[in-house]
């Protein structure tokens, strides 16, 4: 009953709201949940701390781009009807990415992977032919009315977190989650049971770059251009780490809940002051306080503490007793 109350206040919002630069911010934290949920899948589920992400969102962003640089968008609608067959392309390219990343673990592993993010950003910037360098892509822009202009975007990012939220779930209560959580616990051990180690990190891999992707294909069409160094953003993979610490790494609902708090912060402070990029402080701090006070992140600290107090009520009660 929450969850559909929560997806419903969701669903009014744009009518409740209609200032552009609310919708703006709101539009961008949904983007940022997808995006959590989606790294959720790898760092969360198989523990495997990906920096890259922000590669396969600007290569959800340029494929995008590039394939309406060369068609038309009819009514406005077609770039999002797109989306799969970009998400479909960028899990394709993540599959050789994994399976030479992931045979190393832990800290290899995300030096690798911000390895692959610095690449990804040179070839942006390289490979002029096709992505114009640092000059920068620009997609046609559709002709939606201007004072519901951020609507159409609003409610794509909104279905691609509720896509995000129920792949996760389904994750979780099938055999590959089963495997995954093995992984991450001792992913020795769950070879040597006969789990699927390989198979299953590849497939949440690609899950999970899939999505991220497809959110970097909205983004795309929404800001109309694109360059490199915004497309291709270490500073978007810290936000995603960042968000799913937060909320609580390995749950469904953390990840959504740390875009919630971090994201209309971050583009608050983005509005009021511009460019000096001062929520990269909040960002730092948040991090520290993460690390002492939440190391588990919110939901599962908060889980933690009420079932001490249930298992602590019977014995207060029972002492309480004549």
Do not use: C
């Amino acid at each position: 009953m929450a969850i559909a109350a929560f997806l419903a206040v969701l669903a009014v919002f744009p009518f409740l709201v209609t200032a552009p630069w609310v919708l703006t911010i709101a539009l961008f934290t949904l983007m940022y949940a997808v995006l959590a949920s989606a790294w959720n899948l790898v760092g969360g589920y198989a523990g495997y701390p990906s920096l890259g992400h922000a590669a396969f969102f600007g290569l959800g962003a340029y494929t995008e781009a590039i394939w309406f640089e060369h068609h038309g968008i009819g009514s406005g609608l077609t770039p999002f009807a797109v989306l799969p067959l970009v998400g479909l392309v960028v899990a394709a390219a993540g599959l050789p990415v994994a399976w030479i990343a992931m045979r190393t673990r832990s800290d290899v592993f995300a030096i690798v992977t911000i390895t692959l993010l610095f690449v990804a950003q040179t070839l942006a910037y390289n490979l002029r032919g096709i992505t114009h360098g640092a000059q920068g892509m620009a997609m046609p822009v559709p002709n939606f009315a201007p004072a519901t202009f951020e609507r159409p975007f609003y409610y794509a990012m909104l279905a691609l977190l509720v896509f995000a939220l129920v792949l996760s779930h389904a994750v979780l209560r099938s055999r590959l989650g089963l495997a995954l959580l093995a992984i991450r616990a001792d992913e020795d051990k769950a070879r040597g049971v006969g789990v699927p180690v390989g198979t299953a990190k590849l497939g949440a891999f690609a899950l999970s770059v899939g999505i991220t992707g497809m959110a970097g294909g909205v983004w795309a069409y929404y800001l109309s251009f694109i360059y490199p160094q915004f497309a291709v953003d270490p500073l978007v993979t810290i936000a995603m780490v960042l968000m799913v610490f937060l909320g609580g790494r390995g749950t469904l609902w953390g990840p959504v809940l740390g875009a919630f708090i971090v994201a209309p912060a971050q583009q608050y402070l983005a509005y009021q002051y511009g460019a000096n990029q001062l929520y990269l402080i909040g960002y730092a701090a948040l991090f520290v306080v993460i690390i002492l006070v939440l190391p588990r992140g919110i939901l599962p600290t908060l889980g933690e503490r009420w079932r001490r107090r249930r298992l602590r009520l019977p014995a207060d009660v029972a002492g309480e007793a004549p």
